[in-house]
Nanobody, 121 residues
Framework: QVQLVESGGGLVQHGGSLRLACAVSGSIFVISDMGWYRQAPGKQREQVARITDAGITDYADSVKGRFTISRDNAKNTVYLQMNSLKPEDSAVYSC???????????????WGQGTQVIVAS
């Protein structure tokens, strides 16, 4: 129906940068909110950043000034540019998209499979 595929995770040194991408495909009528979440071992999943279809963004306090979320509506893709990475940023990062599936009246949340980010100290 709708698939989200993330890419861009990996191992990076403290202070380094990574760019995550999440491409949405399938029976898409419209995508409203898109966001990135992360979950570290033994911790609850937390919202990292969110962007509306109008381009309004929201960030967790822990990443403000270091991470930037953006989207390319023509490509149905959301990005997360992560700079000045810290070991505490290590987690599995997952994208989420609110999608109105073709032929349905309401948006449904879809999730990607997650991509691992490891920041070495």
């Amino acid at each position: 129906q709708v698939q989200l595929v993330e890419s861009g995770g990996g191992l990076v040194q403290h202070g380094g940068s990574l760019r995550l991408a999440c491409a949405v495909s399938g029976s898409i009528f419209v995508i409203s909110d898109m966001g990135w979440y992360r979950q570290a071992p033994g911790k609850q999943r937390e919202q990292v950043a969110r962007i509306t279809d109008a381009g309004i963004t929201d960030y967790a306090d822990s990443v403000k000034g270091r991470f930037t979320i953006s989207r390319d509506n023509a490509k149905n893709t959301v990005y997360l540019q992560m700079n000045s990475l810290k070991p505490e940023d290590s987690a599995v990062y997952s994208c989420r998209a609110l999608v109105v599936v073709t032929g349905t009246p309401f948006p449904t949340a879809f999730w990607g499979q997650g991509t691992q980010v490891i920041v070495a100290s």
